[in-house]
């Protein structure tokens, strides 16, 4: 490869990097969601080594009994379970599981749901119908219900978790992707670039695509979003991954053991991780809503 | 009008159809075999291949399929594993359930939602605006279950104000729907489900109707009645808020959809016997015809919802009939 292009795409990817940093800095709300993200980012990167014990390891106080539902303390900054599990290692391990499948979940919807959107805006007619009608469908599938169904029948696997929630959930993203395509679709510069010659693929990626991004980062956001609120439902329901803990699953556990009468603590922690998450995910989507939606700047 | 109204009840007809028949898929699809939906591997093996000659599944799939859908329209569904009972008959009775905690849950959020939303908009900027909106979003991110746990241990368990679950107390099942609502016992426990579907979904209708009352409040015919010397709350409610509610109506059709997910985490966490609780239940003890047989009416309540939501709107926006007949 050239010396010259890298310099190039490497220089257009700082650019562009440096306008996503720009667009969410530009509101107070969104800067503090992405900084809030980029710490929960960071735990699940380094998650293994943050954790001070095993998940599912049973601890002991200095005299030797097991430290069974003790509050949050020095030693165990967010307490233990009924087994003396260590409620703060959980939490680290948690964190790792809940972003894997919020970002995987997220990113593939988000490319299902922007080629669907942008192909059936473009071309319009019988594709157009034929995709809107598939949309259509799947808006009639109950989300968690689909989940539930899935895990019951293939197994208590992530994979399932992920492809369930993938599933279903590029729905809103096509059918909001669609009508923006077919407005920009209208504009001058999309006839002078048909007038040029230009391939259908290259006028839906190149013209066209740039043109919805906001938008797109919007729902991507909304879709980790939802991905991450219906696993731990699911997970709370007893139909996440059993091997691998989530916060979900942490709030199963706590409701399988009766505790929730005395261990608040084990009620707090994951139920307040997950609402700080996802209420900072939906603050940095703001910054987008205003690029994508210029009227609410005003508001 | 009646052209439009009959175009969506095709389109939900095929679409209940389609949803079925990715439910036919899904259960062939199972690893091992795949007669598992309809019988019980714990049965005897001879038993076993007599109820596959009895069901049809030593046929070849496609004529499986039809025979599938036969059985759907005329409202065989199978038996449970567990039970033994029709599916049809269970189905019945958790339906009702379902439907009274979904429409109080629903009702709490739109009325709550929308003068909250509308208050908001007439006093912008202050400080019920802002505390609304903050504590909209943080409602908006707590699954319904960390809410519903919440109520449970400060409401019921603390101070013992609300039963902890369920619909009537243990042992006096009501005979219908009518004595159930006469019963003040139902109202008691009703209350803590509701409140935490409602405050799951209050956010969406609360922020659509703040947005949606300003873009009103900055026309000229609000300028007009203000002039006219009209008391602020009767411009508030009936000339801004009335013409501001057909944004949130747009949006119910796809708070429907989500309202479902959230019905199933609640009715689990407050063993509400309804068609989301038999939906785990019968997912994690491997009841194979009832889970499908609910999962099958769960789409179909969602169908018809948003069904009735287009209609809905198509009635109070004539302008989409024009567009949607347009369209073709």
Not at chain 1, 120 to 138: P, Q
Request: aromatic share 12%; glycine share 8%; with cysteine.
């Amino acid at each position: 490869m050239p010396e010259g292009f890298e310099r190039g795409l490497l220089a257009r990817i700082t650019r562009t990097v440096g306008e996503h940093y720009r667009i969410i800095h530009a509101n107070p709300l969104s800067r503090i969601g992405f900084w809030v993200v980029s710490v929960f980012t960071i735990v699940a990167i380094f998650a293994p080594w943050l954790a001070p014990h095993e998940p599912w390891a049973m601890q002991y106080d200095s005299e030797g009994s097991i430290a069974s539902l003790r509050p949050p303390s020095l030693e165990f900054p967010v307490g233990t379970t009924h087994l003396g599990y260590d409620l703060f290692s959980q939490l680290i391990l948690a964190t790792r599981t809940t972003l894997i499948i919020g970002a995987v979940s997220g990113f593939i919807s988000i490319v299902i749901g922007a080629n669907i959107g942008l192909v059936a805006g473009y071309y319009g007619g019988k594709i157009d119908e034929i995709l809107m009608r598939l949309t259509d469908v799947l808006y009639g599938m109950p989300f968690l219900p689909f989940i539930i169904i899935l895990i019951a029948l293939f197994g208590r696997k992530l994979e399932f978790v992920i492809l369930a929630i993938v599933l279903i959930i590029w729905r809103t993203s096509a059918r909001v992707i669609r009508a923006q395509t077919i407005a920009i679709k209208q504009r001058q510069f999309i006839t002078a670039a048909k007038a040029r010659g230009c391939s259908n693929l290259r006028i839906i990626y190149r013209h066209i695509l740039p043109n919805v991004l906001p938008l797109l980062l919007l729902y991507a956001a909304f879709n980790i979003a939802w991905s991450i609120i219906t696993e731990a439902s699911a997970s709370f329901l007893g139909f996440g991954d059993g091997t691998t803990i989530s916060w979900g699953g942490m709030l199963y556990e706590l409701w399988l053991s009766g505790k929730t009468r005395v261990a608040w603590w084990w009620f707090a922690a994951p139920s307040l991780c997950i609402i700080t998450l996802v209420t900072s995910l939906v603050f940095v989507s703001r910054a987008y809503e205003e690029v994508a939606n210029p009227r609410l700047r005003k508001r | 009008m009646l052209e439009y109204v009959l175009r969506r009840l095709l389109y939900m007809l095929i679409t209940i159809f389609a949803v079925a028949s990715i439910l036919f898929v899904i259960f062939r699809l199972l690893p091992g075999e795949a007669t598992l939906q309809v019988i019980s591997p714990a049965m005897d093996e001879a038993v076993q291949e007599r109820m596959k000659a009895a069901f049809g599944l030593d046929k070849p799939l496609l004529q499986q399929y039809f025979i599938y859908l036969k059985n759907l329209v005329s409202l065989e569904w199978g038996r449970s594993f567990v039970s033994a009972r029709r599916v049809i008959d269970i189905l019945e009775y958790r339906f009702w359930n379902t439907v009274l905690l979904m429409a109080a849950g629903m009702c709490m959020t739109l009325m709550l939602g929308v003068g909250i939303g509308m208050v908001m908009a007439w006093k912008r900027n202050g400080p019920i605006d802002i505390i609304g909106t903050v504590t909209g979003l943080i409602f908006q991110a707590a699954p319904p279950f960390v809410t519903g746990l919440l109520l449970l241990m400060v409401l019921s368990y603390r101070l013992g104000l609300f039963p902890t679950g369920g619909m009537y107390p243990p042992g006096q099942r009501p005979d219908g729907v009518l004595e159930l609502l006469f019963m003040p016992e139902f109202w008691h426990r009703i209350v803590l489900p509701t409140i935490t579907v409602g405050l799951y979904y209050i956010t969406t209708p609360m922020l659509i109707m703040r947005d949606s009352m300003l873009e009103v409040l900055g026309s000229d015919f609000i300028e007009l009645a203000k002039a006219k010397g009209l008391k602020p709350r009767v411009v508030m409610i009936k000339h801004a808020a009335r013409n501001a509610l057909l944004a949130v109506v747009t949006l119910a059709s796809i708070m429907v959809g989500f309202a479902i997910g959230g019905q199933v985490v609640v009715e689990a966490l407050f063993s509400w016997p309804g068609m989301g609780q038999l939906m785990v239940e019968s997912a994690a003890s491997h009841d194979y015809p009832v889970a499908q047989g609910t999962f099958l009416m769960l789409a179909i309540l969602v169908i018809s919802l948003n069904f009735l939501t287009d209609v809905w709107y198509c009635y109070l926006d004539p302008r989409i009939k024009i567009s949607a007949s347009g369209l073709n």
